[in-house]
């Protein structure tokens, strides 16, 4: 399922129109992005939690040259799902 795919689903069943189903949905994942890049943790009861994590500085390898190289930290979203998603 696409984004647009589930913004006509929300329309069906909330019986608004696409375009203000599209709006809500819209609003939904950029207040979610906003959140997580505040460094808040998303908890959404029965669906599951999205947290920003940090990744340390490391050293790494070219494969190629064999050359050490420094990977920079880096922060990433993940997502943990409630366990009634995981019993779906």
């Known amino acids: 399922m696409n984004k647009g795919e589930l913004t006509k689903a929300v329309a069906t069943a909330v019986g608004i129109s696409q375009v203000e189903a599209g709006k809500a949905?819209?609003?939904?994942?950029?207040t979610i992005a906003a959140s997580v890049k505040g460094r808040e943790q998303v908890a959404i009861a029965g669906f599951g939690t999205f947290v920003a994590k940090t990744r340390n500085a490391r050293e790494g390898r070219n494969p190629?040259?064999?050359e050490v190289?420094?990977?920079p930290e880096k922060t990433s979203v993940a997502f943990k799902?409630?366990?009634?998603l995981k019993d779906i």
């Open 25 to 30: 949905v819209d609003a939904v994942f950029d």
């Open 64 to 66: 190629a040259t064999k």
């Open 69 to 71: 190289i420094k990977i």
């Open 81 to 84: 799902p409630a366990s009634v």
